[in-house]
């Protein structure tokens, strides 16, 4: 596995060496590739194309398109070491963790290309004996979707594995950071016999723009972003214009919540899992901690000095450490978060000192002695950072954790049955993990409620997503 095979996986043509999109390394600045940027004539260009691709792709048996996914999954899993290479360079996340998004995201296809056989219709008990009432599933068309960089891989899987699943074709404009990994997957798509005008990657001159394409061009039937909360509203009232369908994946304040009765060695092992994996830069990761009086001062001690312990690195030379953030800014900005935390009064009690000079890289700490009104706790973080908030009593601890405008995820640790029960339907979240802190999985709906979106990834809600559903009745019978 080498830097040049990995970057063998994309075709020349989406390489410009003159005025493309630079692509850096956030471990150290270095260069990776200069990729071709598409402008709104261009991308418009591949939304017709797709729209005329999926009238032959829909006609298609689901058997037919199952079997076209299953080829592109095992395309995946072959060339997994490649796709995990360019995602590291490209986003800085470790070697380790990248092969573990390989293979994360290539299960939606799987997933899909299975689930891709059970799209079925319905035959309604009828209301009259000479009638019958069924229904019928449908793709719901040509499909755009706006990805992040945070999951440079999974987070165009999970839109177009069920997109081409449900008979849909798909135009993806990936994020400005990260086009590698989206530009590997739709060569290996194509190779796997994924038509070329039936999905497409177009990394774009000017985001905003494209945005407004999507929203705008009349044979988009369905937009599908991830992103921050703030882009996801600017994108929902322009689509509004042609009531497009739309599903928004978008930030979250994800509570971790720790009672006394809990286990605190696998709450501290779940928040190492949950804050920490990617630099702290996952939508659901915990982004505040919530833990009872009673517990409150063995966790913070375990917590910080399994922090201290991590190890920060590129994530090509250690591929199990914890790797830079994104770029320059987002350090600056979690930086600032910290220092304002500070400054209101939270205490740094774990911190990595041993951190590259170069590079993106932000240490990982813990905040002790955090409050309800303090900056830190009402923003997502998108960072390796831990605050820690004391709580007494049940009540209160639900309380504050709803009382944000995000409802993405939420974690409980409490070995009470009953209190799982009561978290569980009193979170007001999309997603809870009880005793976990990891909890994305193909076979389940990912998605949130509130400012964090709508709309649901994997699981049968995902497919659904990308189909109609039509009434029909006939009479006469
Ligand atoms: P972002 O909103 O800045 O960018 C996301 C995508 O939108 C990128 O492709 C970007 O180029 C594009 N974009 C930016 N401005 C645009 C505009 N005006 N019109 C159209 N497209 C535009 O978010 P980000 O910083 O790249 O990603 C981090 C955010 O994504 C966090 O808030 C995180 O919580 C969220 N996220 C959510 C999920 C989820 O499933 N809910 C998953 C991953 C990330």
């Known amino acids: 596995m080498t830097a040049d095979s990995a970057l063998g996986l994309l075709r020349p043509e989406t390489l410009d060496a003159n005025e493309g999109l630079r692509v850096l390394n956030p471990a150290n600045g270095a260069l990776v590739a200069m990729v071709r940027r598409y402008d709104v004539d261009e991308t418009a260009a591949m939304i017709d194309a797709a729209d005329v691709a999926r009238r032959e792709w829909g006609a298609r048996t689901a058997k037919q398109r199952s079997d076209v996914l299953r080829a592109w999954y095992d395309l995946m899993v072959a060339h997994g070491e490649d796709l995990a290479l360019l995602m590291t360079l490209e986003s800085g996340k470790p070697l380790g963790e990248a092969r573990g998004e390989v293979k994360y995201g290539a299960s939606f296809i799987e997933w ?134 739309l599903s928004l994946e978008l930030g979250g304040n994800a509570p971790f919540i720790v009672f006394d009765d809990a286990d605190v060695d696998l709450a501290v092992a779940g928040a190492m899992a949950s804050r920490f994996r990617n630099a702290g830069q996952t939508c659901v990761c915990a982004n505040r901690f919530l833990v009872q009086a009673g517990v409150h001062d063995a966790f913070v001690e375990k917590l910080a000095a399994a922090v201290a312990a991590l190890k920060v690195d590129d994530g090509v030379a ?36 041993a951190v590259p000079a170069d590079g993106a890289f932000h240490p990982p700490v813990v905040l002790a002695g955090v409050t309800e009104g303090m900056t830190i706790a009402g923003e997502e973080i998108f960072g390796p950072v831990a605050p820690v908030l004391r709580f007494d009593t049940e009540a209160e601890a639900l309380r504050i954790a709803n009382d944000t405008p995000y409802g993405l995820a939420a974690y409980v640790f409490t070995a009470d049955a009953a209190r799982q029960w009561r978290m569980m339907e009193g979170l007001e979240y999309g997603m809870v993990g009880v005793n976990d802190g990891l909890i994305s999985t193909e076979v389940a709906p990912f998605g949130g409620i509130k400012e964090s979106g709508f709309g649901r990834e994997g699981s049968s809600h995902g497919l659904a997503d990308y189909m109609n559903v039509k009434y029909c009745l006939v009479g006469g019978v």
């Open 318 to 353: 250690s591929p199990g450490a914890m790797g830079p953030l994104i770029d320059e800014r987002a350090v600056e900005r979690v930086s600032a978060l910290v220092e304002q935390a500070v400054g209101e009064g939270a205490r740094r009690v774990g911190e990595v000192h």
């Open 112 to 245: 899909f290309s299975e689930e891709a056989r059970r799209a079925y219709g319905e035959v309604i008990p009828t209301f009259a004996t000479d009638k019958r009432v069924l229904t019928l599933r449908q793709p719901v068309g040509t499909c755009a979707a706006i990805t992040p960089w945070n999951f440079p891989l999974a987070m165009i899987t999970r839109k177009v594995a069920p997109a081409l699943a449900a008979g849909c074709s798909i135009v993806v404009k990936p994020a400005e950071a990260t086009p590698l990994s989206a530009l590997a997957l739709e060569t290996l798509a194509h190779r796997a016999g994924v038509p070329e005008d039936l999905f497409r990657v177009a990394p774009a001159r000017k985001s905003s723009a494209i945005g407004d394409l999507f929203c705008t061009h009349p044979l988009v039937r369905k937009i599908s972003f991830t992103g921050s909360t703030e882009v996801g509203k600017v994108i929902m009232a322009k689509a509004a214009g042609q009531v497009k369908r």
